[in-house]
Each structure stands twice: as structure tokens, then as C-alpha cells.
């Protein structure tokens, strides 16, 4: 089920709709097309919407395909990360630059990758120590559990994870991987029950989940990817354009707040009264800080539980010079 959906429609539909009620004229950038949902959402309620679909997933391309099919003539699916959504632009006939309505991020891993257990992202479940979102990056999470040296072990745990027992974990791994290397997720939640101590295996969720996602944002390399994608996203937007972003994990969502941030902000020298042409915010903000799934969301889909929605509208160029207005600071 999509996160969010009703919202993400409420948000992104003005920005859609601003040419002919029915979306004609507009075009939407799904950055992480997943199986669909939101996609086919948008297509059904707007018969006139164009959409681009990213995902560096083949199975999720496959699947969204199947699941949008009757809207083949609209859609444009292709295979990427989405960082690369200028070039998606380009494959697609469209300029990188102020050419786009709206774009949707649904970022962290998706249910459907999680249910398929031979991907190896979840750790309830015996696989292959993968976790690539593409099958084809030559990267897995074996190679790192493997390969890596304790220090840089510890360092992906603690930077990717905000495991507070990284070293200890890492050097349990070392000393075990002497013996035989790890080839499944079982073998490293096995580990990870040694590793770390009973008392703190007693709080804060299953003991393997801070390593597993460290792990899976490792081999996916998606923090850097995301530092990439969010600029060229704003940067595709046309003016009054919209841009939705749904993080899961605090890691993620500082990076969105930051980059938002500095889109809504003033480029004025703060000792002048007024905008200065051109110098004045690019963007303005349409939540309050990060906005989360309400207890009615979270029980339909629990997936929602951790979400943090933030969105942004592209502004009109400056032409006068405008007065200033203070706004009160992000949470």
C-alpha cells in the first residue's frame, strides 16, 4: 500500500493540474517507481498526466510495467537511479532544467524488495547476503561483511547504522569471517545476538536492524546518491512546480531538511530590508518541518510508521524588489 497517498496527491495535485484539470500539459517524475502505486494513482485521477518513472530495480521496472500497463501511452519507465534524473530527463525529450510539474521520492527500501527474501534485506528471513537494490552493481553485502577491514567495518555501522556497538560487532565479524566467510543473513543475525550484549538486545527493536540498514545504504550507496538527486530534482522543477519527499530513517531526512533549507532560503545580505532581484528564496515550503503518518495511516499501513514527509514549491522569478519576510525555523 502507497504511504502517504492521499497526502502526496493533495500536494502534488495543484502543481499537475495548473494547465488543464485533467493534468494535460504537465509531467511527473516518480524517482523511485517501486511497484507503482503511487504512480497509478496520479495516472487514474489525472487522464491527462505524463509520468516518468525511475528505479534502479529491473523486478520494480517489471512490476510497475504489468501494473500501468492500460496508461502505456503516458508513462516512460526508466532504469536509474535517481540520481539520474537528468539523464532520464534527456532518454524521456525533456530539458533537465525547469521542464518539470512535479517529482515524487518514496525513499528507503520498498515492500516489495523486503517480501522477496532472496534479496536479502530483511533479516526474519534466511538469503543470500545481498541487499542490492540493482542486481547488476557489483557490490553486495557480502562483499563488505567479507572484505572491509574492521576500522572500516565499524565506520559504515556507526555512520550508516548509529550503532553504538559498532566495533564490537566488527570485530566479532573479523574473527569469525578466519574461519569461514558469511554467506547469509542468518549467519550475520546469528553473529549480532553474540555480539551484542543482552541488556541492550532487550530495548530499542531487533538487534540486527541498525546493521542491516547500514549494510544495505553501503552497497547502494544511497546517501551520496540522494545528496546528488535532490539539487538536480529542484533544479528540473518549472516555476510553481512541486517536489514531495518521503524519508524513513533520520540519516535520509537530514539530508532532504538541509537541502531544502538552503532552497528556501534568502541569498539577500540579511542587513538589506527588502529582497534583492534574483537573490530571493527559489523555492517555499508547504509543511511545517516533516510531517508523519497519523495513527489511522500507521494502522492501515504500518510501513508508514517511521515516514517524514517534506515538500516544496518552485517560486516565480523575482523581478522588483520585495520586502523581506522572516519565517520561524524548520523542526
Do not use: W
Amino acid at each position: 500500500m502507497p504511504v502517504l497517498l492521499e497526502r502526496c496527491v493533495e500536494l502534488l495535485a495543484p502543481a499537475l493540474t495548473r494547465h488543464q484539470p485533467d493534468g494535460s500539459g504537465a509531467v511527473l517524475v516518480d524517482a523511485t517507481l517501486g511497484a507503482g502505486g503511487h504512480a497509478q494513482r496520479f495516472l487514474t485521477e489525472l487522464p491527462g498526466l505524463r509520468l516518468i518513472g525511475l528505479d534502479r530495480d529491473p523486478s520494480a521496472l517489471d512490476t510497475a510495467g504489468a501494473r500501468l500497463a492500460p496508461f502505456a501511452d503516458r508513462i516512460t519507465l526508466v532504469h536509474t537511479r535517481y540520481d539520474g534524473i537528468d539523464e532520464a530527463l534527456a532518454e524521456s525529450g525533456y530539458a533537465a532544467n525547469e521542464s518539470i510539474d512535479g517529482v515524487l521520492f518514496d525513499l528507503g527500501v520498498s515492500s516489495m524488495q523486503l517480501d522477496r527474501a532472496e534479496r536479502g534485506f530483511a533479516y526474519a528471513q534466511d538469503a543470500p547476503l545481498d541487499m542490492r537494490m540493482d542486481p547488476s552493481s557489483p557490490l553486495t553485502a557480502a562483499d563488505i561483511v567479507n572484505t572491509y577491514d574492521e576500522a572500516e567495518l565499524a565506520n559504515i555501522l556507526h555512520r550508516y547504522g548509529e550503532e553504538r556497538f559498532a566495533r564490537r560487532i566488527a570485530t566479532h565479524i573479523v574473527r569469525q569471517r578466519a574461519s569461514a566467510p558469511f554467506t547469509s543473513t542468518a549467519e550475520l543475525v546469528a553473529l549480532l545476538y553474540q555480539a551484542i550484549p543482552a541488556a541492550a538486545r532487550r530495548t530499542g527493536g531487533h538487534p540486527a536492524k541498525r546493521t542491516f540498514q547500514a549494510l544495505r545504504i553501503a552497497v547502494n550507496d544511497e546517501l551520496d546518491t540522494l545528496r546528488r538527486a535532490i539539487p538536480a530534482a529542484l533544479d528540473a522543477l518549472t516555476v510553481a512546480g512541486r517536489i514531495v519527499v518521503m524519508a524513513y530513517q533520520s540519516l535520509e531526512d537530514r539530508i532532504v531538511k538541509r537541502e531544502f533549507a538552503d532552497a528556501v532560503a534568502s541569498r539577500t545580505p540579511v542587513d538589506l530590508p527588502f529582497e534583492l532581484p534574483g537573490r530571493g528564496p527559489r523555492f517555499k515550503s508547504l509543511t511545517r518541518g516533516a510531517e508523519r503518518a497519523d495513527a489511522d495511516e500507521i494502522e492501515r499501513n504500518p510501513r508508514s510508521t517511521a515516514v517524514r514527509l517534506r515538500a516544496l514549491q518552485r517560486l516565480e522569478s523575482e523581478g522588483q524588489p520585495q520586502r523581506r519576510v522572516t519565517k520561524k525555523g524548520d523542526s
